[in-house]
């Protein structure tokens, strides 16, 4: 068994380093009393000469001699002398063949450049800092600097939790530090779950279900400050009745007259008297719009809209599901400070609520102000009282 597997490593050497099949060599060995006649251009020996040299004379001294003579066509690889060792060559004539050439380096590469020092900085929070597909970290205090970069194109990626990931592919000059500012911006789902949560803040802090409840049925008393064609702004005293729904009669007064505006569903009203006669137009406008933007009106419409946080003010709602538009800012403390609605492409209308008034639970805006987005107010009411009927009832 042990000499099948040497003949087959023997006939694999031999294809290897054998182009041409070579007929066995026999050395002719000079009769006894004739002198050896020297062989005239005798080629170096083949790996399969040395071996059937070795198998024939049975004297690894003698084919010694031979590759002493003539040479060996091959190199004293590993594989080569464990074959040669099978077939009896001693260590002299393992020697006698020459090792393969050594195996020439490659050529030390310079040493890299290297970049100066990267500093990632992350708005509007701490990030996580990746830099070549190579974690560096995260920033703290929204900054991260990263020393023993390469010099030359480098992959930055930046992501945080609830924020969308950024890369950015940058040039790193040699020796020169340099910053790189991103900007996350949150996902919808943060910025919904941002939004719903400060739209709950802000229900209660106008008093919770039991306070929104309770400015459903409410009057009140106080002025509204309204400016004229002419820029001039005029004033009227006055007193209003909001049913729950769209349910509301309004009296304005001044000391020349009277007018009175009711509105019930979509059918409106109006009457002026004495020196208000002709202010129709004027008091059904003003009560359409004291009625449409009444904040616990619009706080029901929010909770069945789907709103988004803006990216860099969790106090700021938006709405924009439908052909409408409502975005509503709150204060430090919850309480609705400003609405923007807009419907379709028509100018947007900018509500700012204030001067809160305490209900028994509730709390109501004392102060409304209406009027076109960037411009001043064109309606303002103030009021001076506010109650509710439902709290009177109980």
Known sequence: MFHMVVAAILLVTLLHYETMPAQPTRIQQPQRGQRGTPARNQSPLTLRQVIESLSSLRSSSRVEDLISRRGVQFQASPAILDILKEFGAGPKLLSMIPPPPPVALPPTPPPPKIAGALTVICEPKDCAVIVDNMYKGATSQNRKTVTGLQAGDATVEVFANGYEGVTRRIQLQEGKPQEETFSLRQTSLLRQQSANGSLLKAVASLGGVDGIAELGDIEGTGMMNWMDSSGQTQQWTTTF???????????????????????????????????????????????????????QDVIHTLLKRRLLAAETDENRLQSADGPDSYVLTLGNDGLPVDLVYQLNDDRPIQVQYSNYLNLTKGRYPGRIAIGRLNNAPVWIFTMNSVRSRLARSR
Do not use: H, P, W
């Not at 304005?252 to 409106?268: H, N, P, Q, R, Y």
């Open 241 to 295: 009745n909001k049913r729950i729904g769209k349910d509301l009669v309004m009296t304005f007064k001044t000391k020349d007259g009277e007018c009175s505006a009711s509105i019930l569903a979509e059918s409106a009203k109006q009457e002026c008297k004495a020196g208000l006669r002709g202010g129709e137009k004027i008091a059904v406008e003003a009560a359409s719009l004291f009625l449409s933007y009444q904040l």
